[in-house]
């Protein structure tokens, strides 16, 4: 049996400007640049197309990264999308953190809601220069134990709500 992956190394997204998301992840967020890649072809299919990958670390040794690779930029890729679609959620050591992240953003011009609670966690969100929806979480104290208890019922949670779309799609109507 594979044991299991470890962790996230990085997560990877494409930038507008370089050094506009540096600004942004490096000055505002505080966190700090801890590489950057550049190359005058893709990995793999070594088609030129000049780029930049930068690596931002988190207080966890894991990374936060970036392309910006200006000659394969489509109109539309950077609009801001729906959480629901894709964003990123970072962790805040708690509740007075998170309210302390969130005055930071909001004093220094990113617009920032919440929190929203979430039972387990609480929650504010924001966006990027990128258009990439991001949040700050804080686990409450009984983090673990919800999680626990919730993971007894996820299964049959996910079949039922399988089986609710595809009742919905036999009858053409939405879930």
């Known amino acids: 049996m594979t044991t299991p992956l470890k962790g996230i190394h990085h997560s990877a997204y494409r930038c507008r400007d370089a050094e506009e998301t540096r600004a942004f992840y490096e000055d505002v967020l505080g966190l700090p640049l801890a590489a950057v890649v550049q190359e005058e072809r ?46 990123v959620a970072f962790e805040a050591e708690d509740e007075a953190r998170l309210l302390e992240w969130q005055a ?54 996910i079949k039922a709500w399988t089986e609710r779309k595809a009742a919905a799609r036999a009858e053409g109507r939405a879930a």
Request: aromatic share 12%.
């Open 104 to 157: 930071k953003l909001n004093a220094a011009g990113v617009p920032c809601f919440g929190p929203i609670d979430h039972g387990f966690v609480k929650s504010v969100y924001f966006a990027d220069p990128n258009g990439l929806p991001l949040e700050i979480t804080a686990r409450v104290a009984s983090h673990d134990a919800i999680l626990a208890e919730d993971a007894k019922t996820a299964h049959a949670i």
């Open 42 to 87: 893709e990995p793999g299919s070594r088609l030129p197309n000049p780029f930049v990958h930068l690596f931002f670390r988190m207080g966890d040794g894991k990374f936060i990264a970036f392309f910006d690779a200006p000659n394969t930029v489509k109109e539309g890729d950077f609009a801001l999308v729906h959480g629901f679609d894709r964003h």
